[in-house]
């Protein structure tokens, strides 16, 4: 078993920045990869960015150049930093991990990009 637990969503201006952060523990097999999700109103839940145990990335094409995914592998812990935010950015944020028996959600951080 693997428990995720999101943090740092909030509140933010257009053009604003937020750092999200997943924490994970239980059973973590050192080949994994980690990926961060998002599902805003009325939409299907879409891949945002992930990243391996090797540390090789990818990102969606709309947050290409804004977002940057990171992980520190001996916190067991991924970021999502996310600059320039824009309105369409609003989403409940999901931390997912993936390895060769599944995969593991965690419970979601809102994410509100407004003025």
């Known amino acids: 078993q693997v428990q995720l637990v999101e943090s740092g969503g909030g509140l933010v201006q257009p053009g604003g920045s937020l750092r999200l952060s997943c924490a994970a523990s239980?059973?973590?097999?050192?080949?994994?990869?980690m990926g961060w999700y998002r599902q805003g109103p009325g939409k299907e839940r879409e891949l945002v960015a992930s990243?391996?145990?090797?540390?090789?990335?990818n990102y969606a094409d709309s947050v290409k150049g804004r977002f940057t995914i990171s992980r520190d592998n001996a916190k067991n812990t991924l970021y999502l930093q996310m600059n320039t935010l824009k309105p369409e950015d609003t989403a409940v944020y999901y931390c997912?991990?993936?390895?060769?028996?599944?995969?593991?959600w965690g419970q979601g951080t809102q994410v509100t990009v407004s003025s």
């Open positions: 990243i391996t145990s090797g540390s090789s990335t």
């Open positions: 997912k991990y993936s390895y060769w028996g599944g995969d593991y």
């Open positions: 239980g059973r973590i097999f050192t080949i994994n990869i």
